[in-house]
């Protein structure tokens, strides 16, 4: 089955929330320098393009990455066209069958240049929570940096899904992908006091 990477590219200008860590790779270790290989070094956000979030990163004593388990990340993920909508709200779901759905992905296309941090993009509305976890939901995915409005301070989305058990997946790239059932794989790096983890997101086809 082939693969899709619905992964943001990480490289030099890759869009950054304002005033955060932007990207940086350099070799910090030639190969003329150590006689045998190249050694690079990474500077970044936690938050820069595809990414999971932890509770620790709106709660202060919420579970760091390293507690969160494995399996949230692994496994059939529903994609949903939600396209020309300004917000997600929970009667925009009352028509999508969410029989057997854990992980649902929604793409926006909110988020139309990926050069530029946008200043504006479809966003979760805090009653959507509560109406997911009715479905057992665990996991949602999002196709922009943020599941709130990116100017929020309250973060309603972000509590609300933790309130209801529902795991975050931002940054992903579902341009390309057709809505329907997927494998999704989007492993978190086992940082043990972070706040989130970059991840590599990847879909393959998958029979409901």
């Given at each position: 089955?082939?693969i899709?990477?619905?992964s943001r590219r990480?490289?030099?200008?890759?869009?950054?929330?304002?005033?955060?860590?932007?990207f940086?790779?350099?070799?910090?270790?030639?190969?003329e320098?150590?006689g045998?290989?190249?050694?690079?070094?990474?500077?970044m956000?936690?938050?820069?393009?595809?990414h999971?979030d932890?509770?620790?990163?709106?709660m202060n004593n919420?579970e760091?990455?390293?507690?969160l388990d494995l399996e949230?990340y692994?496994g059939?993920a529903?994609v949903?066209?939600v396209?020309?909508?300004?917000s997600?709200a929970a009667k925009?779901?009352?028509q999508?069958?969410?029989?057997?759905?854990?992980?649902?992905?929604?793409?926006?296309n909110?988020?139309?240049?990926?050069?530029?941090?946008?200043?504006?993009?479809?966003y979760?509305e805090a009653d959507?929570?509560?109406?997911?976890?009715?479905?057992?939901?665990?996991?949602?995915?999002?196709d922009v940096?943020?599941?709130d409005?990116l100017d929020?301070?309250?973060l309603?989305?972000?509590h609300?899904?933790?309130?209801?058990h529902i795991?975050i997946?931002?940054g992903?790239?579902l341009?390309?992908?057709?809505?329907g059932?997927?494998?999704?794989?989007a492993?978190p790096?086992?940082?043990?006091?972070?706040?989130?983890?970059?991840?590599?997101?990847?879909?393959?086809?998958?029979?409901?």
């Open positions: 089955m082939s899709i990477d619905i990480l490289e030099q200008g890759t869009p950054t929330w304002p005033g955060d860590t932007p940086s790779y350099s070799v910090s270790w030639s190969k320098e150590s045998s290989v190249n050694v690079g070094k990474l500077e956000s936690i938050h820069t393009g595809t999971v932890a509770p620790f990163h709106f919420g760091r990455i390293y507690d949230l692994v059939p529903l949903v066209d396209t020309n909508l300004s997600i925009d779901l009352e999508i069958d969410l029989t057997n759905v854990s992980r649902i992905l929604f793409k926006t909110s988020w139309t240049d990926y050069t530029k941090f946008p200043e504006e993009v479809t979760i959507v929570a509560p109406f997911l976890a009715k479905h057992n939901i665990k996991l949602i995915g999002v940096p943020s599941v409005p929020s301070k309250e309603q989305a972000h609300a899904l933790h309130t209801h795991h997946l931002e992903l790239d341009q390309n992908v057709t809505p059932w997927y494998e999704l794989m492993f790096l086992p940082i043990v006091e972070g706040d989130g983890s970059p991840v590599r997101a990847v879909l393959r086809s998958h029979n409901k």
